[in-house]
């Protein structure tokens, strides 16, 4: 039978007629046979099956061997000796699958027999070497599955860990490129292969699962361009006990050991393994591994890694099976990549075809992959706002979905933030302050810069003045307003805490301000609005023609039109009378225009300056002897209001604080006699002449700054007429309102008895809202009319409109002087919200009145508000300045800002609606956006030396960590397949940059 069966394999017979044939041979094995037969039966069978050229020759001699040896199993008890398995285990066979496959069957025959276990020890001594020997992947699938079966063949003790590390490196090195399999066999025979060692790591100790993932982490950080991992590794990942993520992570991101390359390369084969079929836990270990590294950071690699591998994990959301494991990695890495927009640009084309797929896509998955995809894109146009040609046809295309709150959206954008993640470097102090929950970005006090700090903070808040500054076109004759908007583009863009405004110091300084000494907030104010407006109206000159420029001055010199002074130059008005040539009243009336609504007298466009502060007022001067006026119409960009020095009763005889005359000293405090004593007790005992809570409410103050004054005595005014010095009566007339009214009350004024500077600590009451009297000469009153839904009252001259303005900033000075003590800012966004309030109320009675009931407690903003302290930024509210005096003696509000409230209600926004700088304003600039992203790559760099410099600090003596990549095969010290080998891989507060409180 032995010889027809031999002889048989190489007949030309029909394949019908050899299968009839071997069924035949493999029945005649139940009959008696002879033992030499029956040897060389199987031996000829196992020729077969392991040197068979077709699948036919090796099935028939599979089923011809197990037939035989199932129908003689003491004589094949005596067949499979010892030295037979060590030749289909060790011996180079055609065929090795199949030859694993028949020791699997033998196993199953001879299972119960007395030589079953020595075989198994034999097996378990060979699996390592034959593993590393056969990294065919059928092949390890057929010894993995003899394994799963009978698992006394794996091997026990130290070798263990040794086979599962060896396993791993197996299958990093196979690929379905690379071998003859279809997929789905590929598929098979690792998910196969990865069962065994789940079936190990669930029986062994800690020690052993480290080993291996030690292994898995050194196979895919290996640097070699002749070798890839296979993303079978993936397969592994869910049998990984998840418990191990914390200790795994914690140790490898803090190794120094770990190159960056290394550890790059590493994440990136592990968002690969998301394409794996059935992938399970891979995400959480890659955001885990992302949120490790931002803990310790290292954002140079995230960086890399989200660069380089975005694009890939979006477009993985077409494939249903690995959806929503690709969607949890690709919101972490984009929403916490929050210092460049770039990261999310790269994904911008590829959203269109996503979402379309999507939609077609009628599954609950799909829908709830484009409802987490649609949250997303919200939350990052939100986050890099400025790009409407890229997020127009986005917001197109997803306008139908749930858009998310802006609470939501910071909630999320705060909770993946690189730098919000808690470091684990035990003992680290950074010198980089987080930024503030509020998101405001600070500024750096550069050496007693507060009174600039402080200026700067508040006119940001004015939301249109800082749009404005952003869309300014380039041009070189403005340095300031070019550094001023890259101050701006830097604190509504910076992942800093806070800004260090060098640039802008060094030409917004006026020239008299010595550096490094505290100066006057209000003066510098004055300054940097005068200089705004004077670089652009020059720029503007040097753009018109010289003809018309020359035709213009011809004409502004004529007597009928009237040349105010530099306007913006604004000083401190007093009782003093400043001699200047001032038209007559009559040539005034002469213009035939309503002085509300005036333009500046040049032929130029408005500046930006004249625009935003920019308001007109006229001063007429009457002698009290002729009767005969004169008047002359100036621009202003600040009110500065002066304290009455007596009681209500001396109120219209008594002089103002910061003008010539005496002033109560118990009002004051003098800088020379500050020190040593309570001012706190010194501002408590003023006087004032209103209110219940012992100060003087602003409406009284804008009332005693516009009501006629007589001018007698020395200060007596030369009439023209009369040529000579007469007593007179000046009288003061906003004829044109500003869009940001700027107050300034005069504190701080100079004793020429005492020789000192003095302080008033008089307590002012702030009012949510402000009615400013402006006039209109002409007398059709539709002319007067700002607004159609306010009333205007007639007055002698024309008719007066209260404008309602709305408080949105203020600047408080802490100290006893101007020339020392510290500025700080309260401010708010100054957009009205949409609340309805009574315009048509009486505007006839006099600023300063009660007004109908609520009005000045009525509020037309957000009450939103923040404390910006230099580098310093918290949430505030209106209350904690309004009574800032009562709490802290020396610190008084000195600059207020107000803006004016637009009774179009289109201008306005919902109560609740969050206020976005980078999404109110338009997109930055090319050079201002890149310099901003390029501070926040320097930044994240910065602060990564920081922690690599301490890291390394600290290990220098540190006990060397058992290492993950330089692992050591107790059975073999060679590299891994594939050329792995050692090069990588192991185990293991306040910005003090500027002070906060300067004197």
């Given at each position: 039978?032995?010889?027809?069966?031999?002889?048989?394999?190489?007949?030309?017979?029909?394949?019908?007629?050899?299968?009839?044939?071997?069924?035949?041979?493999?029945?005649?094995?139940?009959?008696?046979?002879?033992?030499?037969?029956?040897?060389?039966?199987?031996?000829?069978?196992?020729?077969?099956?392991?040197?068979?050229?077709?699948?036919?020759?090796?099935?028939?001699?599979?089923?011809?061997?197990?037939?035989?040896?199932?129908?003689?199993?003491?004589?094949?008890?005596?067949?499979?000796?010892?030295?037979?398995?060590?030749?289909?285990?060790?011996?180079?066979?055609?065929?090795?699958?199949?030859?694993?496959?028949?020791?699997?069957?033998?196993?199953?025959?001879?299972?119960?027999?007395?030589?079953?276990?020595?075989?198994?020890?034999?097996?378990?001594?060979?699996?390592?070497?034959?593993?590393?020997?056969?990294?065919?992947?059928?092949?390890?699938?057929?010894?993995?599955?003899?394994?799963?079966?009978?698992?006394?063949?794996?091997?026990?003790?130290?070798?263990?860990?040794?086979?599962?590390?060896?396993?791993?490196?197996?299958?990093?090195?196979?690929?379905?490129?690379?071998?003859?399999?279809?997929?789905?066999?590929?598929?098979?025979?690792?998910?196969?292969?990865?069962?065994?060692?789940?079936?190990?790591?669930?029986?062994?100790?800690?020690?052993?699962?480290?080993?291996?993932?030690?292994?898995?982490?050194?196979?895919?950080?290996?640097?070699?361009?002749?070798?890839?991992?296979?993303?079978?590794?993936?397969?592994?990942?869910?049998?990984?006990?998840?418990?191990?993520?914390?200790?795994?992570?914690?140790?490898?991101?803090?190794?120094?050991?770990?190159?960056?390359?290394?550890?790059?390369?590493?994440?990136?084969?592990?968002?690969?393994?998301?394409?794996?079929?059935?992938?399970?836990?891979?995400?959480?270990?890659?955001?885990?591994?992302?949120?490790?590294?931002?803990?310790?950071?290292?954002?140079?690699?995230?960086?890399?890694?989200?660069?380089?591998?975005?694009?890939?994990?979006?477009?993985?959301?077409?494939?249903?099976?690995?959806?929503?494991?690709?969607?949890?990695?690709?919101?972490?890495?984009?929403?916490?990549?929050?210092?460049?927009?770039?990261?999310?640009?790269?994904?911008?084309?590829?959203?269109?075809?996503?979402?379309?797929?999507?939609?077609?896509?009628?599954?609950?998955?799909?829908?709830?992959?484009?409802?987490?995809?649609?949250?997303?894109?919200?939350?990052?146009?939100?986050?890099?706002?400025?790009?409407?040609?890229?997020?127009?046809?986005?917001?197109?295309?997803?306008?139908?979905?749930?858009?998310?709150?802006?609470?939501?959206?910071?909630?999320?954008?705060?909770?993946?933030?690189?730098?919000?993640?808690?470091?684990?470097?035990?003992?680290?102090?950074?010198?980089?302050?987080?930024?503030?929950?509020?998101?405001?970005?600070?500024?750096?006090?550069?050496?007693?810069?507060?009174?600039?700090?402080?200026?700067?903070?508040?006119?940001?808040?004015?939301?249109?003045?800082?749009?404005?500054?952003?869309?300014?076109?380039?041009?070189?004759?403005?340095?300031?307003?070019?550094?001023?908007?890259?101050?701006?583009?830097?604190?509504?863009?910076?992942?800093?805490?806070?800004?260090?405004?060098?640039?802008?110091?060094?030409?917004?300084?006026?020239?008299?301000?010595?550096?490094?000494?505290?100066?006057?907030?209000?003066?510098?104010?004055?300054?940097?609005?005068?200089?705004?407006?004077?670089?652009?109206?020059?720029?503007?000159?040097?753009?018109?023609?010289?003809?018309?420029?020359?035709?213009?001055?011809?004409?502004?010199?004529?007597?009928?039109?009237?040349?105010?002074?530099?306007?913006?130059?604004?000083?401190?008005?007093?009782?003093?009378?400043?001699?200047?040539?001032?038209?007559?009243?009559?040539?005034?009336?002469?213009?035939?225009?309503?002085?509300?609504?005036?333009?500046?007298?040049?032929?130029?466009?408005?500046?930006?300056?004249?625009?935003?502060?920019?308001?007109?007022?006229?001063?007429?001067?009457?002698?009290?002897?002729?009767?005969?006026?004169?008047?002359?119409?100036?621009?202003?960009?600040?009110?500065?209001?002066?304290?009455?020095?007596?009681?209500?009763?001396?109120?219209?005889?008594?002089?103002?604080?910061?003008?010539?005359?005496?002033?109560?000293?118990?009002?004051?405090?003098?800088?020379?006699?500050?020190?040593?004593?309570?001012?706190?007790?010194?501002?408590?005992?003023?006087?004032?002449?209103?209110?219940?809570?012992?100060?003087?409410?602003?409406?009284?103050?804008?009332?005693?700054?516009?009501?006629?004054?007589?001018?007698?005595?020395?200060?007596?005014?030369?009439?023209?007429?009369?040529?000579?010095?007469?007593?007179?009566?000046?009288?003061?007339?906003?004829?044109?309102?500003?869009?940001?009214?700027?107050?300034?009350l005069l504190r701080f004024s100079y004793n020429i008895k005492t020789q000192s500077r003095s302080k008033l600590f008089t307590e002012v009451s702030y009012p949510?809202?402000?009615?400013?009297?402006?006039?209109?000469?002409?007398?059709?009153?539709?002319?007067?009319?700002?607004?159609?839904?306010?009333?205007?009252?007639?007055?002698?001259?024309?008719?007066?409109?209260?404008?309602?303005?709305?408080?949105?900033?203020?600047?408080?000075?802490?100290?006893?002087?101007?020339?020392?003590?510290?500025?700080?800012?309260?401010?708010?966004?100054?957009?009205?919200?949409?609340?309805?309030?009574?315009?048509?109320?009486?505007?006839?009675?006099?600023?300063?009145?009660?007004?109908?009931?609520?009005?000045?407690?009525?509020?037309?903003?957000?009450?939103?508000?923040?404390?910006?302290?230099?580098?310093?930024?918290?949430?505030?509210?209106?209350?904690?300045?309004?009574?800032?005096?009562?709490?802290?003696?020396?610190?008084?509000?000195?600059?207020?800002?107000?803006?004016?409230?637009?009774?179009?209600?289109?201008?306005r926004i919902d109560l609740n609606e969050s206020i976005h700088p980078a999404v109110l304003d338009s997109p930055l600039r090319t050079d201002l956006r890149d310099?901003?992203?390029?501070?926040?790559?320097?930044?994240?760099?910065?602060?990564?030396?920081?922690?690599?410099?301490?890291?390394?600090?600290?290990?220098?003596?540190?006990?060397?960590?058992?290492?993950?990549?330089?692992?050591?095969?107790?059975?073999?010290?060679?590299?891994?397949?594939?050329?792995?080998?050692?090069?990588?891989?192991?185990?293991?507060?306040?910005?003090?940059?500027?002070?906060?409180?300067?004197?």
């Amino acid at each position: 039978m032995d010889k027809i069966f031999c002889g048989f394999r190489t007949s030309k017979h029909p394949e019908a007629v050899k299968r009839e044939l071997i069924r035949r041979i493999a029945d005649t094995g139940s009959k008696p046979q002879h033992e030499d037969t029956i040897n060389n039966m199987l031996q000829e069978a196992v020729l077969w099956v392991t040197d068979g050229s077709s699948e036919f020759e090796e099935n028939s001699g599979m089923h011809v061997y197990t037939s035989w040896a199932k129908s003689n199993r003491a004589t094949f008890e005596n067949f499979f000796t010892k030295d037979f398995l060590l030749h289909l285990l060790c011996d180079r066979l055609q065929n090795s699958s199949k030859a694993i496959t028949l020791v699997h069957d033998s196993m199953h025959i001879l299972q119960g027999t007395s030589s079953f276990l020595s075989l198994c020890h034999i097996i378990e001594v060979k699996a390592i070497s034959f593993v590393r020997e056969h990294p065919n992947i059928l092949t390890l699938k057929a010894f993995c599955q003899l394994m799963l079966e009978f698992r006394e063949c794996i091997p026990k003790g130290a070798f263990t860990s040794t086979f599962c590390t060896t396993l791993v490196q197996v299958m990093s090195a196979a690929s379905s490129e690379n071998s003859q399999e279809n997929p789905d066999q590929f598929v098979l025979a690792v998910s196969v292969i990865a069962q065994l060692l789940n079936h190990i790591w669930q029986n062994a100790s800690t020690e052993t699962i480290l080993q291996s993932l030690k292994m898995i982490f050194r196979v895919i950080s290996v640097i070699d361009e002749d070798f890839e991992p296979s993303i079978s590794l993936g397969a592994l990942v869910k049998y990984i006990p998840l418990k191990f993520i914390t200790t795994v992570i914690k140790n490898v991101v803090a190794d120094g050991g770990v190159q960056d390359t290394n550890m790059t390369a590493a994440l990136i084969r592990m968002i690969d393994w998301l394409r794996w079929p059935s992938s399970q836990n891979v995400d959480q270990w890659v955001v885990a591994f992302l949120r490790g590294l931002a803990t310790v950071h290292k954002y140079t690699i995230l960086v890399n890694v989200t660069e380089s591998k975005v694009d890939q994990v979006f477009d993985m959301l077409q494939y249903p099976g690995i959806r929503d494991p690709a969607m949890k990695v690709l919101e972490h890495m984009l929403l916490s990549f929050q210092h460049s927009p770039v990261a999310f640009h790269q994904i911008v084309d590829q959203v269109p075809s996503i979402v379309k797929l999507l939609r077609c896509e009628n599954s609950y998955g799909a829908q709830e992959c484009l409802a987490k995809l649609g949250e997303l894109l919200h939350c990052l146009m939100f986050l890099h706002a400025g790009f409407p040609d890229l997020y127009d046809p986005i917001l197109e295309l997803i306008k139908d979905l749930a858009k998310p709150s802006a609470g939501l959206i910071k909630l999320r954008l705060a909770e993946n933030k690189w730098t919000a993640q808690k470091t684990e470097i035990t003992g680290y102090v950074s010198k980089f302050q987080p930024k503030s929950e509020t998101g405001k970005t600070g500024l750096i006090n550069l050496g007693n810069t507060c009174y600039m700090n402080s200026i700067l903070q508040a006119l940001y808040m004015c939301d249109s003045f800082r749009r404005d500054v952003l869309d300014f076109a380039p041009n070189a004759q403005c340095r300031l307003i070019l550094k001023l908007q890259q101050t701006f583009a830097f604190l509504s863009h910076s992942q800093r805490a806070a800004y260090a405004p060098g640039p802008l110091l060094k030409v917004a300084r006026p020239p008299w301000f010595s550096s490094g000494h505290q100066h006057d907030c209000s003066e510098f104010l004055r300054y940097l609005l005068d200089q705004l407006h004077e670089q652009e109206l020059a720029a503007m000159k040097r753009r018109q023609e010289g003809d018309d420029f020359n035709q213009e001055q011809m004409e502004m010199s004529s007597p009928e039109h009237v040349s105010p002074p530099n306007i913006y130059k604004s000083r401190l008005r007093s009782a003093q009378i400043v001699n200047t040539d001032v038209p007559t009243k009559e040539a005034v009336s002469a213009e035939k225009t309503p002085i509300l609504g005036i333009r500046c007298l040049n032929t130029f466009d408005p500046t930006l300056v004249e625009r935003t502060f920019g308001g007109k007022m006229i001063t007429t001067f009457k002698c009290l002897k002729c009767n005969n006026e004169s008047s002359r119409i100036e621009s202003f960009t600040d009110i500065p209001l002066a304290f009455p020095d007596g009681s209500k009763e001396n109120i219209t005889s008594s002089s103002l604080i910061g003008g010539k005359s005496m002033v109560q000293t118990s009002d004051v405090v003098d800088q020379d006699s500050a020190d040593g004593h309570n001012v706190e007790a010194d501002a408590g005992t003023t006087k004032s002449p209103e209110g219940s809570d012992g100060g003087i409410r602003l409406n009284d103050l804008v009332h005693y700054y516009l009501e006629p004054e007589k001018l007698e005595g020395d200060n007596q005014y030369k009439c023209d007429k009369c040529n000579s010095l007469q007593d007179a009566e000046r009288c003061l007339k906003i004829t044109q309102a500003p869009n940001y009214l700027i107050v300034t009350l005069l504190r701080f004024s100079y004793n020429i008895k005492t020789q000192s500077r003095s302080k008033l600590f008089t307590e002012v009451s702030y009012p949510k809202s402000l009615q400013l009297p402006v006039h209109c000469c002409s007398t059709d009153p539709d002319l007067a009319l700002a607004s159609p839904r306010c009333k205007v009252s007639k007055s002698d001259d024309g008719y007066c409109q209260n404008m309602l303005y709305g408080l949105c900033g203020v600047v408080v000075h802490s100290g006893t002087s101007s020339e020392c003590g510290h500025y700080y800012s309260y401010a708010r966004h100054s957009l009205p919200v949409q609340q309805k309030h009574n315009c048509d109320m009486e505007t006839d009675s006099l600023p300063g009145s009660q007004g109908p009931p609520g009005g000045e407690d009525t509020d037309y903003l957000q009450d939103k508000w923040y404390l910006f302290n230099d580098s310093h930024v918290i949430y505030s509210s209106y209350s904690s300045f309004s009574n800032v005096t009562k709490r802290f003696g020396r610190d008084t509000a000195y600059v207020l800002l107000y803006r004016k409230i637009d009774a179009d209600p289109s201008t306005r926004i919902d109560l609740n609606e969050s206020i976005h700088p980078a999404v109110l304003d338009s997109p930055l600039r090319t050079d201002l956006r890149d310099q901003v992203a390029k501070d926040n790559a320097r930044y994240l760099q910065e602060q990564e030396l920081e922690a690599r410099t301490l890291a390394a600090r600290r290990t220098v003596n540190a006990k060397p960590l058992s290492s993950w990549y330089k692992y050591e095969d107790s059975d073999d010290q060679g590299g891994s397949p594939g050329g792995c080998g050692p090069g990588g891989g192991g185990f293991g507060g306040m910005d003090t940059s500027g002070s906060r409180f300067v004197y």
